[in-house]
C-alpha cells in the first residue's frame, strides 16, 4: 500500500498540471475563438484578478468545504470553462476565464493544505517543488497536444482538456474517501473547525503582521513580477531591441523556461539542505537581480554563450523559487493554518500576475524595454535584502 504522501504527491501536482492546461488552453486557441491581443489581454487580466481573491478566500473555503473537495472543484472549474468555450455562446470566453480564475486561485492553497499534513516538515522544501512542476507539465503538454488535436478535429482540444479535468475531479474525491488522507475540515465543517482554521480577514492580518510573513508576501510580489515579465515579454526585448532573429530569440524562450523547470526541481533539493528557506530565497533573489540587470546591461547581446548563460541562470532562479516559498510559509504557517496563510501569501503573487504586465508596458513607453526590466529585477533584488535581513519564524509543527 503506498504511503499517503505517495499518493497526494501525484495527484496534486496533476491538479496543478490540469489548472495550467487549461488557462494554457486560452492562448493557444485565441485564434480560433477570434479573439484579439486586446482581447485576449483583458481576459486575461480578469483571470488573474478573480485567481488574486480566490487566493485570499481560500482559507475560508478549505475550512468549510475541507481541501480535497476544494482541489476538485478546482478541477471542475477547467471543465466548465472548456465546456462554456466550446458552446461558443456571447461572452463565453468571458465566462471561460472567471472559471479559469476560481480554479486558479484556490488550487495552490489547496495543495499545501493536503501536503502539509502528510510530509513532514524537513522534506516540504523538496515535496513543495516537485509539485510546482506542475505547472510546466501543464504548459509543456498544452503546447505540443492542443495544437495537433485541433488539427484532428476542431472540437477536439476543448473536449480533451474537459476531460482532464472531469477525471482530475474524481480522483481527488476518491482520494478525500481514505481516512489517511482525509481533510482537516470535512464537507460539512463544524464551527469549531471553521474557528480552527484562520478566516480570511485573519489570514491577511497575521501575513501584515508577521515580519517573515510580510517579507515573503513581499518577495512573491517581485518575483512573481519578474516571472510574468520574462514569460510575457523576453521574446520581444530579444526581437525588437537585441534584434534577433524569431529562432533566435524563441531560443532563448525555450532555454528560459528549460532552466526554470531545473531550478524547481534543483532548489526544492538543496531547500532540505540548509538551515533556512527564507534565506536561501533572499539569495535566489539576489542571483535573479544579478544575472537579470547584467543580462540586459550588455551592449549588444546576441546568440552568443555569454548571452545564454545568463538567460539559464536567469530562468534557473526566476522560475525555481516558487515550491521553495510556498514549504516555508508551511512551515511557518503549520499543517492546519497552511492552506489559509498560502492563500494569503499568494495573493500578494497573483497580484503580480495582474499589475506587472500593465506596470511594465507602461516603464518601457516611456523608456525602454531594457530599463523595464532592469527595474523589474532591480525590485527583486529588494525584496530579497529584506527577506536576508527579517529573522526566521519558528513553526509550530515538530519536526
Do not use: K
Amino acid at each position: 500500500m503506498l504511503s499517503p504522501l505517495a499518493r497526494a504527491l501525484p495527484a496534486m501536482t496533476a491538479l496543478q498540471a490540469t489548472v495550467a492546461l487549461g488557462m494554457f488552453a486560452l492562448s493557444v486557441l485565441a485564434p480560433q475563438l477570434g479573439l484579439s491581443v486586446t482581447e485576449l489581454a483583458a481576459l486575461n487580466t480578469l483571470m488573474f484578478s478573480v485567481g488574486t481573491l480566490g487566493a485570499l478566500f481560500a482559507g475560508r473555503l478549505l475550512a468549510r468545504f475541507g481541501d480535497w473537495y476544494v482541489a476538485a472543484a478546482c478541477a471542475a472549474a477547467v471543465a466548465l470553462g472548456m465546456a462554456s468555450l466550446l458552446a461558443g455562446f456571447p461572452f463565453a470566453a468571458w465566462i471561460a476565464v472567471l472559471m479559469f480564475g476560481l480554479a486558479f486561485g484556490p488550487e495552490t492553497p489547496a495543495s499545501a493544505s493536503v501536503l502539509s499534513r502528510v510530509t513532514p516538515p524537513a522534506r516540504r522544501p523538496w515535496i513543495f517543488s516537485v509539485r510546482q512542476t506542475g505547472n510546466q507539465i501543464g504548459a509543456m503538454s498544452g503546447s505540443v497536444l492542443l495544437p495537433w488535436l485541433l488539427t484532428v478535429a476542431p472540437a477536439l482540444p476543448y473536449l480533451f482538456v474537459g476531460a482532464v479535468g472531469v477525471a482530475m475531479a474524481a480522483w481527488c474525491i476518491v482520494l478525500s474517501r481514505d481516512d489517511r488522507l482525509a481533510s482537516l475540515a470535512r464537507p460539512v465543517a463544524t464551527a469549531a473547525a471553521v474557528t480552527a482554521t484562520l478566516t480570511t480577514g485573519a489570514a491577511l492580518s497575521r501575513v501584515l503582521r508577521s515580519r517573515g510573513l510580510r517579507a515573503l508576501a513581499i518577495a512573491t510580489l517581485a518575483f512573481t513580477a519578474v516571472q510574468m515579465c520574462l514569460n510575457t515579454f523576453l521574446m520581444s526585448l530579444a526581437v525588437r531591441e537585441w534584434h534577433l532573429g524569431v529562432a533566435q530569440a524563441a531560443a532563448c524562450v525555450a532555454l528560459l523556461q528549460a532552466a526554470g523547470l531545473g531550478g524547481r526541481l534543483f532548489w526544492g533539493w538543496f531547500a532540505q539542505r540548509v538551515a533556512s528557506a527564507a534565506r536561501l530565497l533572499g539569495c535566489i533573489g539576489l542571483a535573479i537581480a544579478a544575472a537579470g540587470i547584467a543580462l540586459v546591461s550588455l551592449p549588444a547581446p546576441d546568440a552568443s554563450a555569454g548571452t545564454l548563460v545568463l538567460v539559464a541562470a536567469l530562468g534557473f532562479c526566476a522560475s525555481g523559487w516558487n515550491g521553495v516559498l510556498v514549504a516555508e510559509v508551511s512551515r511557518i504557517a503549520g499543517a492546519r493554518q497552511a492552506g489559509a496563510l498560502t492563500g494569503a501569501v499568494l495573493m500578494f503573487g497573483y497580484a503580480g500576475l495582474t499589475i506587472a504586465p500593465l506596470g511594465f508596458a507602461a516603464w518601457s513607453a516611456a523608456a525602454t524595454m531594457a530599463a523595464a526590466f532592469a527595474g523589474v529585477f532591480a525590485f527583486a533584488g529588494l525584496a530579497a535584502a529584506l527577506l536576508l535581513l527579517t529573522p526566521a519564524e519558528p513553526s509550530p509543527d515538530i519536526d
